[in-house]
């Protein structure tokens, strides 16, 4: 999961695990979440996004859950492939007049194996 | 599909000197972002404008300023270079009216020497 520090988290699987990144965010008020994904070289990209009035949202191979109990988010991919190789950062989204102020994790960096 | 692009992916400068980065975008977005990336630290917001000729800081603005003349293009400027400022630079863009998922550009690497 995302922790204080330099080094960047690392979760480590062999291509066809399944994998869990998790996020732990700040804001009680935050309401709206997204997971991108930053391969090498590039910006991140959007993967999936979740509001706070839904504790799961699904997409292809991934799934996103949200429990605003402990305010902690995750990703799981399903059937990881060395394609998913990249850092994933959760953002959290609080509402500021007519838009959101998003607020970025720090990463997680996942590394399959093939 | 989105397109933000960015006028340097390396940039290299000498403290003290002026640095401008620009970014623009195709999708006329209402919303525009500048971060820095450092390694272990995530993203952290510089700068963002709701609007044409509107700005508001971020979460570490010292030492940059920005414009946005026009809806598309949006600059981040270093009025005087220092070397704790070598990162990489990303400039985002979102729909607005919360519609808030976030395009990325590709990255300015800059280094101040």
């Known amino acids: 999961g995302e922790s204080v520090g330099l080094h960047l988290p690392t979760l480590s699987v062999q291509e066809g695990d399944n994998s869990i990144i998790n996020c732990a965010y700040s804001?009680?008020?935050?309401?709206?979440f997204i997971w991108y994904k930053q391969e090498s070289g590039k910006g991140p990209q959007f993967i999936i996004d979740?509001?706070?009035?839904?504790d799961k949202r699904q997409g292809q191979r991934v799934t996103v859950l949200l429990n605003k109990t402990v305010k902690h988010l995750s990703l799981q991919i399903a059937a990881t492939q060395p394609g998913d190789s990249a850092v994933y950062f959760c953002?959290?989204?609080?509402?500021?007049?007519?838009?959101?102020?998003?607020?970025f994790g720090r990463g997680t960096s996942l590394i399959v194996h093939p | 599909d989105v397109k933000v692009t960015q006028s340097s992916r390396y940039l290299v400068k000498r403290t003290g000197e002026k640095v401008f980065l620009e970014c623009v975008q195709d999708?006329?977005?209402?919303?525009m972002f500048w971060y820095r990336q450092d390694p272990g630290l995530g993203l952290r917001l510089i700068y963002f404008?709701?609007?044409?000729?509107?700005?508001e800081k971020g979460d570490i603005p010292e030492g940059y300023s920005v414009s946005r003349e026009k809806k598309e293009r949006f600059s981040l400027i270093l009025e005087s270079a220092s070397t704790n400022q070598t990162s990489m630079y990303l400039c985002?863009?979102?729909?607005?009216?919360?519609?808030?998922?976030?395009?990325f550009g590709p990255g300015t690497r800059l280094l101040v020497l």
């Open positions: 985002a863009s979102s729909l607005g009216s919360r519609q808030e998922t976030q395009y």
């Open positions: 953002a959290e989204n609080t509402a500021s007049g007519g838009s959101y102020i998003p607020t």
């Open positions: 979740i509001r706070s009035n839904m």
């Open positions: 804001n009680s008020a935050s309401d709206y």
């Open positions: 404008s709701y609007d044409v000729k509107m700005k």
């Open positions: 999708m006329d977005h209402e919303n």
